[in-house]
């Protein structure tokens, strides 16, 4: 997998930056080295959040992910307890 050159919190923190200078978004793109379609899927993404919020985000995403790998498990079981009652095993 690709490793990442910035963190959400980077991202954030670059959005912030360039709302408050009174620079263009080629300028700040070159500044920090990434194309401009780049910055509008960041914008789009993180545009209205906070270091926090990034942060909360982040949580929710590995527990949503944690919570998707268990209910797959357990229909696993379910299914493969259903087979054996059928005695199709």
């Known amino acids: 997998m690709k490793k990442k050159r910035f963190s959400e ?7 912030r930056q360039a709302e408050t200078t009174n620079q263009t978004v080629a300028q700040v ?7 401009e379609n780049t ?3 960041w914008k789009k993404k993180f545009g ?11 949580e929710l995403e ?4 944690r919570l998707k790998r268990l209910v797959a498990e357990r229909d696993l079981e379910i299914d493969a ?6 005695g199709n095993f």
């Open 9 to 15: 919190e980077q991202i954030v923190r670059m959005l």
């Open 81 to 86: 307890m259903r087979e054996v009652i059928k």
């Open 48 to 58: 209205q959040m906070e270091v926090p919020d990034v942060r909360r985000l982040r």
């Open 62 to 65: 590995k527990q949503n992910s």
């Open 39 to 41: 910055w509008y899927r």
């Open 29 to 35: 793109c070159k500044t920090h080295g990434i194309c």
